[in-house]
């Protein structure tokens, strides 16, 4: 089986010839520190919406820089390979700016998949695809929630 998990070259050469099959490429981005049910929620929908679906992760100076220090809690290589054993998701890439402006520049897929509360009009890449959507978060469901449950279990064992 091929590698899916590209550098930003690669998935670039990668996208062009995707596109030129006739394939409609879908991107969506994060962090996806922990795992949860907004995340993979998100990645169905966003799978529905084309053929081939790109996740673009923070690297780990990324993740730092926009959370804390205290992040990543799992690295850039393993948050990859998790991602890359979920059904819906065709290739990972990962980026270190803040925000996924710059690869989506490189890139141009055809869809942006953002979850949560944001405007379209805040949604940054916007202009470098022919298509954007928004869902919004599962209720709840959150990293930062995820940690907060853990500290309170076992903060203080």
């Known amino acids: 089986m091929q590698n899916r998990a590209l550098t930003r070259k690669e998935m670039q050469v990668e996208v062009k010839k995707l596109q030129k099959a ?35 992760i923070n690297s780990d100076k990324s993740l730092r820089c926009l959370k804390g220090a205290k992040r990543p809690l799992v690295g850039e ?16 890439v ?15 897929p055809d869809v942006l998949v953002k979850g949560g509360d944001y405007k379209i009009s805040e949604i940054v890449g916007r202009e ?7 869902f919004p978060f599962v209720k709840g469901k ?8 853990i500290v309170n279990r076992y903060g203080s064992k």
């Open 22 to 56: 006739g394939k409609k490429v879908v991107f969506t981005n994060g962090c996806f520190d922990l795992l949860h049910v907004g995340h993979t929620s998100l990645f169905t929908k966003a799978k529905s919406l084309g053929d081939v679906l790109i996740v673009a």
């Open 142 to 149: 959150s990293t930062t929630n995820l940690i907060n449950l």
């Open 128 to 134: 470098f695809v022919k298509k954007v959507y928004k």
């Open 77 to 92: 290589k393993d948050r990859a390979k998790l991602l890359l054993s979920l059904k819906p998701v065709d290739y990972v």
């Open 94 to 108: 990962v980026f270190g700016e803040q925000t996924p402006k710059e690869i989506l520049s490189e890139l141009c």
